[in-house]
């Protein structure tokens, strides 16, 4: 085996004499596999990036002015967002639809288990899931709560998760119980959703759909909206003489603004051209804009609004910049 190892990465040296083992072998190799990934997403953020900050390129024969700032967001993560209405967070995007989502419902079959999943259910609509009710069954009688962990994924990631304590069914019965979230899970058109859940009291069960999956109903409400609005977390500009911007976008109209306070101005719709967003090369919509005359400096916000077209169902917005002159 190794006795040295390299300084950044704790890779394995060996010497003349050392013995070779394969797990220092397997070792050496997972690290460099994690620090490639890592390194190639850093460089796709930072791609990302520069392809926003050399926007005035794309822009043939516009002059977008000196950038003395930079507002963005690619809406990788809601962190930017202070406030929205309508719009849901989709895949890297943010999305309109006027098509609902609604509850989601796994027939009984036979059986029971300790610990089961529901399938995948693919969203086939806008909606933000509340709870899921269940069929829980009782081998014994029971006194006091129960108690079962739950988690819930959204295109495998981990949503939501905890414990509930149900009063437990008279033995050898079965009733029906519901399952609340603390904060409802919001999911778009093509979501898929997997909830497990798990009995810690011995005696409890939960009733099986289908290939010896949970039954039950996922409860949703419908977040269908022909409009919505985006507020971005406030950010301090220094005073400038106007501005550009541009969003691009799939399907639906946009408009933007700035807003301090109770002040709001608007930016002025300019053209548009077809282009492709640069993470996953989407079609889209790139829609300019302009704003002219003096901005006071201080704690600004960027406004995005989108309305949904005649016969449209949906929009996705990719991200937005607004450069100050």
């Known amino acids: 085996m190794a006795n040295a190892y390299t300084q950044h990465y704790g890779l394995c040296q060996w010497a003349a004499e050392d013995d070779f ?9 997972a690290r460099v596999d994690e620090a490639l990934h890592e390194n190639a997403r850093r460089g796709e953020r930072a791609d990302y990036h520069l392809c926003n900050l050399l926007l005035q390129r794309e822009y043939e024969g516009k002059d977008t002015g000196f950038k003395r700032a930079l507002l ?12 929205r209405s ?3 967070p989709g895949a890297k995007c943010l999305v309109l639809s ?3 989502q609604g509850d989601v419902v796994l027939p009984e079959n036979m059986g029971s ?10 969203m086939t609509g806008s909606g933000r899931i509340t709870g899921f009710q269940y069929l829980l069954y009782a081998e014994i009688a029971l006194s006091g709560l129960g108690e079962i962990d739950y988690a819930l994924t959204v295109n495998g990631e ?8 149900p009063a437990p069914p008279p033995e050898a019965a079965k009733e029906e119980r519901t399952l609340t979230l603390a904060q409802p899970v919001e999911v778009c058109a093509g979501d ?7 009995c810690r009291t011995s005696g409890l069960r939960l009733r099986k759909g289908e290939d010896d999956t949970l039954c039950g109903t996922l409860r949703v409400q419908s977040a269908a909206a022909e409009s919505g609005s985006m507020t971005a977390a ?12 541009w969003v691009r976008h799939q399907g639906g109209t946009v408009g933007l603004s700035l807003k301090k306070g109770g002040t709001a101005v608007p930016f002025t719709r300019g053209e548009t051209r077809d282009t492709t967003e640069p993470l996953e090369g989407a079609p889209c919509t790139e829609t300019a804009f302009s704003l002219e005359g003096d901005i006071a400096g201080g704690e600004w916000q960027v406004v995005l609004t989108g309305a949904l077209e005649s016969g449209e169902t949906e929009m996705r917005v990719y991200d937005y910049g607004v450069m100050l002159r």
């Open 113 to 122: 288990s300790e610990a089961l999943s529901t399938p995948k259910m693919t």
């Open 86 to 88: 309508g719009f849901l």
């Open 98 to 100: 006027v098509q609902a």
């Open 21 to 29: 083992l394969r797990a220092e072998f397997n070792q050496d190799n």
């Open 72 to 83: 963005f967001d690619g809406f990788q993560d809601m962190e930017g967002v202070a406030a």
């Open 158 to 165: 981990e949503r939501a998760a905890g414990t509930t304590r």
């Open 192 to 198: 898929v959703c997997v909830l497990r859940m798990e």
């Open 234 to 245: 406030a950010a301090a500009l220094p005073a400038c003489a106007g501005a550009s911007a």
